[in-house]
């Protein structure tokens, strides 16, 4: 198992940035990917950024140049969304996401919601 904590959404500005952490526990040694979800209201949920333990960045091509995922250690215990220059179509309740290696579960975050808007 492992359980995930989101934190540091909220309202902001047009063009003005945001930085969302996940805090992980449990199983965290076995994670393979982590990664950042958003759903808007009336839509589905789309990937937004996405690191493999491999060392692979990926972003959705919305968010590519805006937005950046990382991580302060290898122990995959947080990762984190710098998000910036932010539009009103970024808004979303951001949810963080876990995968464990060899096909095996994933996991996800109750969400954060992340207002644009001026």
């Known amino acids: 198992q492992v359980q995930l904590v989101e934190s540091g959404g909220g309202l902001v500005q047009p063009g003005g940035s945001l930085r969302l952490s996940c805090a992980a526990s449990g199983r965290t040694q076995s994670i393979y990917s982590m990664g950042w979800y958003r759903q808007a209201q009336g839509k589905e949920r789309e990937l937004v950024a996405i690191m493999r333990s491999s060392g692979h960045h990926e972003y959705a091509d919305s968010v590519q140049g805006r937005f950046t995922i990382s991580r302060p250690n290898v122990r995959n215990t947080q990762w984190n969304l710098q998000m910036n220059n932010l539009k009103p179509e970024d808004t979303a309740v951001y949810y963080c996401?876990?995968?464990?290696?060899?096909?095996?579960?994933?996991?996800w975050g109750q969400g954060t919601q992340v207002t644009v808007s001026s």
């Open positions: 996401n876990a995968q464990i290696a060899g096909c095996g579960p994933q996991y």
